[in-house]
Protein backbone atom coordinates (compact mmCIF):
# COMPACT_ATOMS: atom_id res chain seq x y z
CA UNK A 1 0.00 0.00 0.00
CA UNK A 2 1.09 3.61 -0.60
CA UNK A 3 0.32 5.54 2.46
CA UNK A 4 0.98 9.17 2.91
CA UNK A 5 2.69 10.10 6.39
CA UNK A 6 1.40 13.57 6.93
CA UNK A 7 4.00 15.16 10.12
CA UNK A 8 6.19 12.06 9.21
CA UNK A 9 9.57 13.84 10.13
CA UNK A 10 8.60 14.01 13.63
CA UNK A 11 8.67 11.72 16.82
CA UNK A 12 5.73 9.14 15.95
CA UNK A 13 5.90 10.17 12.49
CA UNK A 14 9.20 8.99 11.72
CA UNK A 15 9.27 5.56 13.01
CA UNK A 16 5.95 5.12 11.71
CA UNK A 17 7.59 5.76 8.51
CA UNK A 18 10.09 3.13 9.15
CA UNK A 19 7.76 0.56 10.34
CA UNK A 20 5.47 0.93 7.71
CA UNK A 21 8.52 0.64 5.57
CA UNK A 22 9.87 -2.56 6.74
CA UNK A 23 6.42 -4.07 6.15
CA UNK A 24 6.56 -3.65 2.60
CA UNK A 25 4.42 -0.48 2.35
CA UNK A 26 5.83 2.21 0.32
CA UNK A 27 5.09 5.24 3.35
CA UNK A 28 6.39 8.61 2.38
CA UNK A 29 6.59 11.60 4.74
CA UNK A 30 5.55 14.54 4.47
CA UNK A 31 5.96 18.09 6.28
CA UNK A 32 6.82 21.32 6.09
CA UNK A 33 10.29 20.54 5.54
CA UNK A 34 9.20 18.63 2.27
CA UNK A 35 7.03 21.45 1.04
CA UNK A 36 3.55 20.31 2.87
CA UNK A 37 1.87 22.66 5.19
CA UNK A 38 -1.48 21.81 6.02
CA UNK A 39 -2.54 24.96 6.94
CA UNK A 40 -2.01 26.74 4.15
CA UNK A 41 -3.11 23.88 1.61
CA UNK A 42 0.47 24.10 0.06
CA UNK A 43 1.45 20.50 -1.35
CA UNK A 44 -1.82 18.83 0.20
CA UNK A 45 -2.97 17.05 -3.22
CA UNK A 46 0.57 16.30 -4.40
CA UNK A 47 1.21 14.68 -0.87
CA UNK A 48 -1.94 12.17 -1.10
CA UNK A 49 -2.13 11.41 -4.76
CA UNK A 50 -2.27 8.03 -5.26
CA UNK A 51 -2.56 6.82 -1.52
CA UNK A 52 -4.28 4.59 -0.04
CA UNK A 53 -4.08 5.52 3.31
CA UNK A 54 -3.41 9.29 5.11
CA UNK A 55 -1.96 9.32 8.76
CA UNK A 56 -1.86 12.85 10.17
CA UNK A 57 0.16 13.00 12.81
CA UNK A 58 0.38 16.97 12.79
CA UNK A 59 0.40 18.60 16.04
CA UNK A 60 -0.92 21.86 16.93
CA UNK A 61 2.33 24.24 18.04
CA UNK A 62 0.61 25.61 20.96
CA UNK A 63 -1.76 24.13 23.93
CA UNK A 64 -3.92 27.03 24.51
CA UNK A 65 -6.81 28.58 22.68
CA UNK A 66 -5.39 28.60 19.56
CA UNK A 67 -4.88 24.92 18.99
CA UNK A 68 -8.62 24.45 18.10
CA UNK A 69 -8.03 26.62 15.04
CA UNK A 70 -5.09 24.92 14.13
CA UNK A 71 -7.02 21.17 14.28
CA UNK A 72 -10.08 23.21 12.43
CA UNK A 73 -8.21 24.53 9.44
CA UNK A 74 -5.72 21.60 9.10
CA UNK A 75 -8.32 18.65 8.73
CA UNK A 76 -10.81 20.58 6.63
CA UNK A 77 -7.98 21.33 4.08
CA UNK A 78 -6.53 17.40 4.83
CA UNK A 79 -10.16 15.86 4.02
CA UNK A 80 -10.44 17.83 1.25
CA UNK A 81 -7.34 16.66 -0.46
CA UNK A 82 -8.24 12.95 0.75
CA UNK A 83 -11.30 12.93 -0.73
CA UNK A 84 -10.28 14.55 -4.08
CA UNK A 85 -7.38 12.41 -4.15
CA UNK A 86 -9.94 9.11 -3.32
CA UNK A 87 -8.09 8.35 -0.44
CA UNK A 88 -9.72 5.40 1.04
CA UNK A 89 -8.30 5.35 5.00
CA UNK A 90 -7.59 8.31 7.29
CA UNK A 91 -5.78 7.72 10.56
CA UNK A 92 -5.27 10.44 12.93
CA UNK A 93 -3.36 10.05 16.70
CA UNK A 94 -5.32 11.08 19.60
CA UNK A 95 -5.15 10.75 23.44
CA UNK A 96 -6.83 8.19 26.01
CA UNK A 97 -9.71 9.98 27.55
CA UNK A 98 -9.21 13.30 25.69
CA UNK A 99 -13.11 13.71 25.87
CA UNK A 100 -12.93 14.01 29.85
CA UNK A 101 -11.27 17.13 30.35
CA UNK A 102 -12.90 20.03 28.58
CA UNK A 103 -10.89 22.16 31.12
CA UNK A 104 -7.89 22.16 28.56
CA UNK A 105 -7.93 24.27 25.71
CA UNK A 106 -5.82 20.95 23.52
CA UNK A 107 -8.06 18.28 24.95
CA UNK A 108 -10.72 19.95 23.57
CA UNK A 109 -9.32 20.89 20.31
CA UNK A 110 -8.55 17.58 20.10
CA UNK A 111 -11.85 16.48 20.45
CA UNK A 112 -12.65 18.80 17.84
CA UNK A 113 -9.93 17.06 15.24
CA UNK A 114 -11.73 13.41 15.99
CA UNK A 115 -14.90 14.62 15.59
CA UNK A 116 -14.61 15.89 11.96
CA UNK A 117 -12.88 13.14 11.21
CA UNK A 118 -15.39 10.92 12.02
CA UNK A 119 -18.01 13.02 9.94
CA UNK A 120 -15.78 13.61 7.23
CA UNK A 121 -16.09 11.57 4.05
CA UNK A 122 -13.10 9.40 4.23
CA UNK A 123 -13.31 5.85 6.27
CA UNK A 124 -10.80 6.50 8.84
CA UNK A 125 -9.40 5.41 12.19
CA UNK A 126 -8.61 6.90 15.79
CA UNK A 127 -5.77 5.68 17.50
CA UNK A 128 -5.78 7.20 20.94
CA UNK A 129 -2.89 6.55 23.24
CA UNK A 130 -1.55 7.51 26.98
CA UNK A 131 1.12 10.04 27.64
CA UNK A 132 4.24 9.27 25.99
CA UNK A 133 6.98 8.14 28.46
CA UNK A 134 9.48 10.81 25.94
CA UNK A 135 7.46 13.50 27.65
CA UNK A 136 8.20 13.00 30.97
CA UNK A 137 11.26 15.41 31.36
CA UNK A 138 8.76 18.11 29.62
CA UNK A 139 6.02 17.79 32.02
CA UNK A 140 8.15 18.12 35.10
CA UNK A 141 10.15 21.20 33.65
CA UNK A 142 6.77 22.99 33.77
CA UNK A 143 6.68 22.44 37.56
CA UNK A 144 10.87 23.04 38.52
CA UNK A 145 12.90 24.99 39.97
CA UNK A 146 16.65 24.42 40.68
CA UNK A 147 15.61 22.38 44.14
CA UNK A 148 12.15 20.90 43.83
CA UNK A 149 9.84 19.76 41.28
CA UNK A 150 6.08 20.28 41.57
CA UNK A 151 3.66 17.16 40.48
CA UNK A 152 -0.13 16.27 41.64
CA UNK A 153 -0.64 12.65 41.40
CA UNK A 154 -2.69 12.36 38.41
CA UNK A 155 -2.89 8.25 37.57
CA UNK A 156 -0.44 8.18 34.35
CA UNK A 157 -0.36 5.03 32.45
CA UNK A 158 2.60 5.95 30.26
CA UNK A 159 3.42 4.62 26.82
CA UNK A 160 6.96 4.15 24.75
CA UNK A 161 7.06 6.30 21.37
CA UNK A 162 8.27 3.04 19.55
CA UNK A 163 4.87 1.27 20.80
CA UNK A 164 2.71 3.75 19.58
CA UNK A 165 4.30 3.84 16.14
CA UNK A 166 3.63 0.03 16.41
CA UNK A 167 0.23 0.72 16.94
CA UNK A 168 -0.63 3.61 14.63
CA UNK A 169 1.58 1.80 11.94
CA UNK A 170 -0.22 -1.56 12.24
CA UNK A 171 -3.72 0.97 12.24
CA UNK A 172 -2.93 2.41 8.79
CA UNK A 173 -2.27 -1.26 7.47
CA UNK A 174 -5.46 -2.43 8.38
CA UNK A 175 -9.29 -2.33 7.36
CA UNK A 176 -10.52 1.25 8.89
CA UNK A 177 -12.17 1.23 12.00
CA UNK A 178 -14.50 3.90 11.70
CA UNK A 179 -14.22 4.23 15.68
CA UNK A 180 -11.25 4.30 18.27
CA UNK A 181 -8.59 2.13 19.84
CA UNK A 182 -7.48 2.46 23.16
CA UNK A 183 -3.16 2.21 23.50
CA UNK A 184 -1.84 2.17 27.28
CA UNK A 185 1.58 1.27 29.03
CA UNK A 186 1.46 -1.75 31.26
CA UNK A 187 1.61 0.17 34.08
CA UNK A 188 -0.48 2.78 36.23
CA UNK A 189 1.91 5.44 38.14
CA UNK A 190 0.82 8.52 40.38
CA UNK A 191 2.42 11.35 38.56
CA UNK A 192 4.40 12.51 41.19
CA UNK A 193 5.76 9.18 41.51
CA UNK A 194 6.80 8.56 38.06
CA UNK A 195 8.72 12.45 38.52
CA UNK A 196 10.90 10.41 41.68
CA UNK A 197 11.52 7.28 39.96
CA UNK A 198 12.89 9.05 36.61
CA UNK A 199 14.31 11.98 38.72
CA UNK A 200 16.43 8.83 40.72
CA UNK A 201 17.37 7.24 37.56
CA UNK A 202 19.15 10.41 36.14
CA UNK A 203 21.07 11.07 39.31
CA UNK A 204 19.03 14.23 39.71
CA UNK A 205 18.66 15.28 43.34
CA UNK A 206 15.93 17.48 43.10
CA UNK A 207 12.65 16.79 45.59
CA UNK A 208 9.25 15.79 44.16
CA UNK A 209 6.84 17.89 45.79
CA UNK A 210 3.01 16.58 45.78
CA UNK A 211 1.09 19.02 44.75
CA UNK A 212 -2.42 19.33 43.19
CA UNK A 213 -2.38 22.63 41.35
CA UNK A 214 0.67 21.86 39.61
CA UNK A 215 1.43 21.64 35.80
CA UNK A 216 -1.32 20.92 33.17
CA UNK A 217 -2.44 17.59 34.67
CA UNK A 218 -3.55 19.51 37.56
CA UNK A 219 -6.77 19.27 36.32
CA UNK A 220 -7.69 15.83 35.29
CA UNK A 221 -9.14 14.13 37.85
CA UNK A 222 -9.81 10.45 39.05
CA UNK A 223 -8.12 7.66 36.11
CA UNK A 224 -9.10 9.97 32.75
CA UNK A 225 -5.45 9.49 31.71
CA UNK A 226 -5.63 5.55 32.29
CA UNK A 227 -7.27 3.03 30.67
CA UNK A 228 -8.05 -0.01 32.17
CA UNK A 229 -9.56 -1.56 28.67
CA UNK A 230 -7.03 -0.64 26.33
CA UNK A 231 -4.41 -2.26 24.47
CA UNK A 232 -1.65 -2.36 26.80
CA UNK A 233 2.39 -1.96 24.71
CA UNK A 234 4.90 -4.04 25.75
CA UNK A 235 7.38 -1.15 27.07
CA UNK A 236 7.82 -0.97 30.86
CA UNK A 237 8.64 2.50 31.63
CA UNK A 238 12.17 1.21 33.94
CA UNK A 239 13.39 -0.63 31.07
CA UNK A 240 12.42 2.71 28.67
CA UNK A 241 14.63 4.93 31.01
CA UNK A 242 17.72 2.16 30.56
Request: glycine share 10%; net charge negative.
Amino acid sequence: MKIAVIGGTGLIGSQVVKKLSAAGHEAVPHSKSTGVDVLSGQGLDEAVAGADVVVNLTNSPTFDEASPAFFQTSMDNLLAAARKGGVGHFVILSIVGVDQVPELDYYRAKVLQEKILAAGPVPYSIVRATQFMDFMDAVMSWTADADTVRLPATPIQPIASGDVADAVAEVAAGTPLNGIRNIAGPDVFTLDELGRITLSHKGDHRTVVLDPTAGMFAVVKGDVLTDRNAHLAPTRYTDWLS
